[in-house]
């Protein structure tokens, strides 16, 4: 049995657990453990999915587990695949927003782009095509994560190919990517984080170019935005401009949104209006039909960086079973730390020639790709030592307080 159970609540304990203790009549005693809720396959197929009658057929497409001859039982095969629709019926329709600027967003699914896909739904980017000239669609974390997953996952499944990338860059974590820092949460940023350095601005430069070397790789024109704090110096912006134009970016601009909203995101708006007019080429990083170790060894040198890629017995044990099960020709996801190009979140700016351990392998076929487990990578997460709750409480008045 593959399939794990899911909660959208971090629990260190239940990462693994042992289930069906009791006899016979409270199940069969296995090991297991619970994911995340943004990193199960019910997520991924609500961002993946056309319509509805597309996320009924995917849900009766999810492979619980495989009998003794190899042979995937399916959430068709149990007869659940109806019912679970019903329940997400509503959950299919885009959530519309209004920013702050009056213009129109929305806000459909969660995937996290570390540990699943990454991306918005497919159907948001349907309607939003319907509503306006030009679609400006996120995907998480950095490039090599969010975007990766959206060129290589999501354009596969919706046939959808961008005119642009649009890729947000800041001074102070270019800095950051040297190693010369330590940033904590809730600690003010080390003062080489505001003011000039250029010495470790250009140690973490190799940072960038590898982002935009790796967009460039699908034949789409790259616009780089330096997004501004106020404590930028000339000399930084135009070392970050360089850079990103050396790399192959089409165009690199100031953004100034943090400060002013939309206004200040006026230059960057443009460049994209002339990159979409660019013409283009667009291309995966891998062929489907390749083996699915082929596919990871090409995102993990092509994308990360990596020398190599090392299989578990358990990793290579697994590809082999899906493989032999007819989902060989399926995309590949990775689960990999968003801190690096590598599985390890130490590694900063843009490592070469290291070997990317890959502990486990799973399936979503009725999402559409398999996934990889990279180095210590959970599907779920825990809490910190000091968790945000403990600030949260009421005041006399009973309002809540310590949110924010």
Known sequence: IGLRRGMDINDRDLRNIITGLGGSANGTPRETGFDIAVASEVMAILALAEDIHDMRRRFGKMVVGFDKDGKGITCEDLKVAGAMTAIMRDAIKPNILQCIGGSLAFV???????????????????????VADYVVTESGFGADMGAEKFFNIKCRHSGLVPDAVGLVATVR?????????????????????????????????PNLTK???????????????????????????????????????????ISEVFAKGGEGGAAFAEALVKACEQPSKFQFTYDVEQPIKKKVEAIAQNIYGAAKVEFSADAAKRIKQFEEAGFGNLPVCMAKT???????????????????????????????????????????????????????????????????
């Open 108 to 130: 459909h699914a969660g995937p996290f782009a570390n540990i699943a896909h990454g991306n918005s739904s497919i159907v948001a980017d349907r309607v939003a095509l319907k």
């Open 173 to 205: 974590a270019l800095k950051n990517q040297s190693g010369n820092f330590k940033v904590k949460p809730g600690k003010p940023l080390p003062e080489g984080l505001v003011k000039e350095d250029l010495a470790s601005l250009e140690k973490g430069m």
């Open 211 to 253: 982002h935009v070397q790796n967009c460039v790789s699908f034949g789409v024109p790259v616009v780089v935005a330096i997004n501004v704090f106020g404590n930028e110096t000339e000399n930084e912006l135009e070392m970050v401009r360089k850079a990103a134009m050396a790399a192959g970016a089409y165009d690199c601009v």
């Open 338 to 404: 968003q801190y690096s190009f590598s599985h390890d979140a130490s590694l900063l700016g843009a490592p070469t020639g290291f070997t990317l351990p890959i502990k486990d392998a799973r399936l979503s076929a009725g999402a559409g790709f398999v996934y990889m487990l990279c180095g210590d990578m959970m599907t779920m997460p825990g809490l910190a030592k000091k968790p945000g709750g403990e600030a949260i409480d009421i005041d006399e008045q009973g309002n809540i307080i310590g949110m924010f």
